[in-house]
């Protein structure tokens, strides 16, 4: 089969790859139908990931049907249309237990990170009873595969952590595709004010159309005083930081008001500052989240149901076959204007 690989130093190539086998009798092999690249495949490139190693075949997003299911797998048969969970879990273990599924013990992020992931025309699928959501007939899958990991990362290391709540004020700073589902799924739970900071005016505009009440452009190194004019000099309920970048964090730390709560999303490889000289008589509390995926079932709802449509998100479509090309529209975004870029095997 095909598949995209990651070739260690920043290479990336398709190569020719047995296909997958059931290597326990909870796996199952699933044929991909779609897939996306997520901003974490351009960290693995970048060699940031050391659990990655060359030689992977990458990607953990993705639809598509079961072709074989292993001996213990009791709710997916071969034929059935899948949506998979970027997070694989036994769901027996302590932390699957306590609904913490990204640190399974034997799961977690390990699709196109330990194992090899989805961007290629078979990929081979862990616990597949409690890592697989199934796909109704006759349903479009395309917005399913922005379930796999942004939407429920969105929601759940941003919304949910946020404790974002009726008529509060939310700062969401980073409108990259999370930043973009965070706006969208912010508003479920109807905040007064959603500000949206970002350095590109293309992704502000957008974070204008999904729902954003205001939007600051931080270019200029003053979005702390632009946040403070909209909500008084208290500030926000809710920060959100979905870059992973010091200086966002530290303007999250600015902006974030008495009682109101900063929450990481952005994957951070550097030392960030942390003012508790400012912060430590503010009754803030600050939250950091690996996603989990235990919103999916609930997301899957809303999306069925019309309150939610990521497939606004995609910009591109490419096919397995062209995905060296997906590789660099979704890397060169600021000229591309990609957001998410649909891959059909
Ligand atoms: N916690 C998790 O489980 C989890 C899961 C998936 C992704 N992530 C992380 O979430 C973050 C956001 O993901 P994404 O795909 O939207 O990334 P992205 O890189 O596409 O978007 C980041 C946005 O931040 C903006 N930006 C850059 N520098 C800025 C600055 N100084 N001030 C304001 N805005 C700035 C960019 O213009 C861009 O729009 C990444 O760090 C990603 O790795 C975390
Ligand atoms: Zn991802
Ligand atoms: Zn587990």
Redesign the pocket.
């Known amino acids: 089969m095909k598949a995209l690989v990651y070739l260690g130093g920043g290479n990336k190539g398709i190569e020719d790859r047995p296909k997958p086998k059931i290597a326990s009798p909870t796996d199952a092999i699933v044929k991909m139908v779609k897939t996306t690249i997520?901003?974490?495949d351009?960290?693995i490139l970048k060699g940031d990931v050391p659990t990655a190693a060359p030689g992977r075949i990458l990607g953990h997003e993705g639809v598509g049907v079961v072709e074989e299911a292993g001996s213990a797998v009791t709710s997916f048969k071969p034929g059935d249309r899948v949506l998979i969970s970027?997070i694989t879990s036994c769901g027996k273990c302590e932390y699957c237990r306590r609904l913490m599924y990204?640190h399974c013990v034997d799961g977690g992020?390990i699709l196109g990170n330990a194992i090899d992931g989805t961007q290629a025309e078979y990929v081979r699928i862990p616990h597949a009873d409690t890592s697989l959501y199934h796909i109704l007939d006759g349903e479009d899958e395309t917005p399913f595969v922005l379930c796999s990991?942004?939407f429920p990362?969105s929601f759940?290391?941003g919304v949910l952590n946020g404790e974002i709540a009726p008529g509060s004020s939310v700062a969401i700073?980073?409108?990259?595709?999370?930043?973009?589902?965070t706006i969208l799924t912010a508003q479920f739970y109807s905040p007064a004010e959603i500000i949206a900071?970002?350095?590109?005016d293309k992704?502000l505009a957008i974070a204008k159309a999904f729902g954003a009440t205001h939007v600051i452009n931080?270019?200029d190194g003053k979005?702390a005083k632009a946040v403070l004019e909209i909500t008084g000099p208290r500030g926000v309920d809710t920060a959100i930081e979905?870059?992973?970048?010091p200086?966002?964090f530290e303007?999250c730390e600015e902006i974030v008001g008495p009682g109101g709560r900063i929450a990481?999303?952005?994957?951070?490889g550097k030392v960030v500052a942390l003012h508790l000289e400012n912060l430590w008589a503010r009754n803030v509390a600050i939250t950091?989240?690996?996603?989990d995926t235990v919103s999916t079932p609930m997301l899957l709802k809303t999306i069925r149901a019309h309150k939610l449509d990521p497939a606004r998100l995609i910009t591109h479509r490419f096919s397995l076959a062209d995905v060296m090309q997906a590789y660099e529209t979704f890397s060169d975004?600021?000229k591309t204007g990609a957001?998410k870029v649909m891959i059909e095997a």
Request: charged share 10%; proline share 2%; glycine share 12%.
């Open positions: 997520c901003g974490t351009l960290h970027c990204s992020w990991d942004i990362t759940e290391c700073v980073g409108a990259g595709p999370i930043g973009l589902a900071i970002d350095v590109d992704r931080s270019s979005a979905a870059v992973g970048i200086a966002t303007l990481n999303v952005g994957v951070h950091t989240r690996l996603v975004a600021a957001l």
